[in-house]
C-alpha cells in the first residue's frame, strides 16, 4: 500500500539559517507529490508539486524540493528560514483510484524557528 | 473568489448527536473530498467525490455520510456522533489529476 514517512516529528532551527524537510514515499509508479504547510489554527496551502520532468521544484515562499526516484523520496528546503515559516510541513503522495487523485499524507514535521 | 468554505468553524456535539458540515467551493471542480486531522496522523480521507452525484469511500468512512448534489456543495453527515469523532475536518477540492488541491479552514469538532 502507498505510504508516506516524513521521520522528523519536530524540528528547530535559528531564523537564517538553512533546513531540510525529509519525506519519503511508498508508490508502485510515478507519483504525484505535494508539500502543504499548515500554520496554527488554519487550512493546508500548498507550497509545491511535482508531477513529472525537472527533479527539483521550486515552490512558494523559497521553498524548493527535490525528487529522487533512486530513494524515494522528496525532501524539502529553504536555504534560510524566517521566523513566519514556523508552522507544520505535510507531505503528501496522489493515488490515482478510480479516476481520483487520492492524497495520502505524512504525519507532518512541526517546525520551530529560534530568533 | 472565495475558494473553498467550510462551516461552522467550531462545533461541540453530544454522544449520538447527529450534525451536517458544510463545504462549499466557488471554482467549478470536479474532484471534492472530506479529511480528518488527527494529532500524528497528518489527514486521512474520509470520502471523496468525482463530480454531481458520485461518491466513494476514503481511508476511514465509517460513521459519516456524504452526498454531492451540486458542484458547488458536498456536505459530510455525521449520523450518530462519537467521541472518536473528535477531530479537525477539512474540505478539499480539485481540478484535476495533475492540479494541487485547494483545502477549506477546517472545522473543529468535539464530542462529548
Known amino acids: 500500500a502507498q505510504s508516506v514517512t516524513q521521520p522528523d516529528i519536530h524540528i528547530t532551527v535559528s531564523e537564517g539559517a538553512s533546513l531540510e524537510l525529509r519525506c519519503n514515499y511508498s508508490?508502485?509508479?510515478?507519483?504525484?507529490l505535494f508539500w502543504y504547510v499548515q500554520s496554527p489554527g488554519q487550512g493546508l496551502q500548498l507550497l509545491l508539486k511535482?508531477?513529472?520532468?525537472?527533479?527539483l521544484v521550486q515552490g512558494i515562499k523559497g521553498f524548493e524540493a527535490e525528487f529522487k526516484r533512486s530513494q524515494s523520496s522528496f525532501n524539502l528546503r529553504k536555504p534560510s528560514v524566517h521566523w513566519s515559516d514556523a508552522a507544520e510541513y505535510f507531505c503528501?503522495?496522489?493515488?490515482?483510484?478510480?479516476?481520483?487523485?487520492?492524497?495520502?499524507f505524512g504525519a507532518g514535521t512541526r517546525l520551530a524557528v529560534h530568533p | 473568489n472565495a475558494g473553498v468554505t467550510q462551516t461552522p468553524k467550531f462545533q461541540v456535539l453530544k454522544t449520538g448527536q447527529s450534525m451536517t458540515l458544510q463545504c462549499a467551493q466557488d471554482?467549478?471542480?470536479?474532484?471534492m473530498s472530506w479529511y480528518r486531522q488527527d494529532p500524528g496522523m497528518g489527514l486521512r480521507l474520509i470520502h471523496y467525490?468525482?463530480?454531481?452525484?458520485?461518491?466513494d469511500q476514503g481511508e476511514v468512512p465509517n460513521g459519516y455520510n456524504v452526498s454531492r448534489s451540486t458542484t458547488e456543495d458536498f456536505p459530510l453527515r455525521l449520523l450518530s456522533a462519537a467521541p472518536s469523532q473528535t477531530s479537525v475536518y477539512f474540505c478539499?477540492?480539485?481540478?484535476?489529476?495533475?492540479?494541487?488541491?485547494?483545502f477549506g479552514s477546517g472545522t473543529r469538532l468535539t464530542v462529548v
Open positions: 511535482y508531477f513529472s520532468g525537472d527533479t
Open positions: 508508490y508502485g509508479a510515478t507519483p504525484y
Open positions: 478539499a477540492s480539485n481540478g484535476g489529476q495533475s492540479l494541487g488541491y485547494t
Open positions: 503528501a503522495v496522489g493515488q490515482i483510484s478510480g479516476g481520483y487523485n487520492k492524497l495520502i
Open positions: 471554482m467549478n471542480h470536479e474532484y
Open positions: 467525490s468525482v463530480g454531481a452525484g458520485i461518491t
